[in-house]
């Protein structure tokens, strides 16, 4: 049995300008870190030098694992396979341009054994430009008006969720937008806490203005479909 705690989870598509730094930032986090925890690099077909990077980080550092793809199969897709391979009772996730802090998993766990997820919200301090602010603001308020989840910011890539759950969202691409809506579908309960944002210093977005609007509007008719088709049960005895 295992004595890791949490399992990060970092989606990886052409960030070998990030790797060095945000490894640098999660060697020291872990170090002053009362949980133990480690990282698992999800390679999503990089075409730069990421896969040669993180297998070099790897054999660096005994907390850091990888899982390659053999080609580009976008975010979901590596989000879920980061959720099936995770053996920890909590499951985290942040992405690899460090505009969150790992720091503030710290905030996120004060709360992950009451809530079974737990966001972080960046609406106060958001370090990006006029038209990605304005861009994601839309898009969160068109998923708030589907879901009804309550979230104000849902594409925050700071998330802590308890990995019974996370591992029984039946994802599908462009639900990595939905995940607190996943949650409730499962019954289960749902936080967001407000943490640190950063501007991007290298590498570049992979998402422009109109997959971040027209992406989540059609997700949105995507989860309506999910969540009417969803089954849910609850076991309240059995012989075995």
């Given at each position: ?237 059995k012989s075995c």
């Open positions: 049995m295992e004595n890791f705690k949490l399992t990060i989870i970092v989606p990886v598509y052409n960030e070998a300008e990030n790797l060095h730094r945000l490894a640098d930032v999660f060697r020291a986090y872990f170090k002053q870190s009362n949980h133990k925890m480690k990282l698992l690099f999800v390679n999503d077909g990089s075409k730069d030098e990421s896969l040669n990077i993180i297998k070099q980080l790897c054999e660096e550092n005994d907390c850091f694992q990888y899982l390659n793809f053999n080609k580009n199969y976008g975010l979901s897709t590596a989000i879920k396979a980061g959720f099936d391979h995770v053996t920890t009772e909590l499951t985290g996730y942040i992405d690899a341009d460090l505009q969150t802090h790992p720091e503030d998993f710290d905030l996120l766990l004060e709360h992950a054994q009451e809530y079974d997820l737990v966001t972080g919200n960046r609406s106060k301090n958001r370090k990006d430009s006029m038209v990605k602010n304005l861009s994601s603001t839309i898009a969160n308020g068109i998923r708030r008006l589907f879901t009804q989840d309550g979230m104000d910011d849902t594409g925050c890539p700071l998330k802590i969720i308890k990995t019974s759950y996370a591992q029984n969202i039946p994802m599908f691409r462009g639900l990595h937008r939905f995940l607190p809506a996943m949650i409730l579908l499962q019954n289960g309960t749902v936080k967001q806490v407000d943490v640190r944002h950063f501007p991007r210093i290298a590498g570049t977005a992979n998402f422009g203005l109109i997959n971040r609007l027209v992406g989540p509007l059609t997700d949105c008719f995507a989860y309506l479909w999910m969540k009417k088709k969803y089954i849910n049960y609850k076991i309240e005895s």
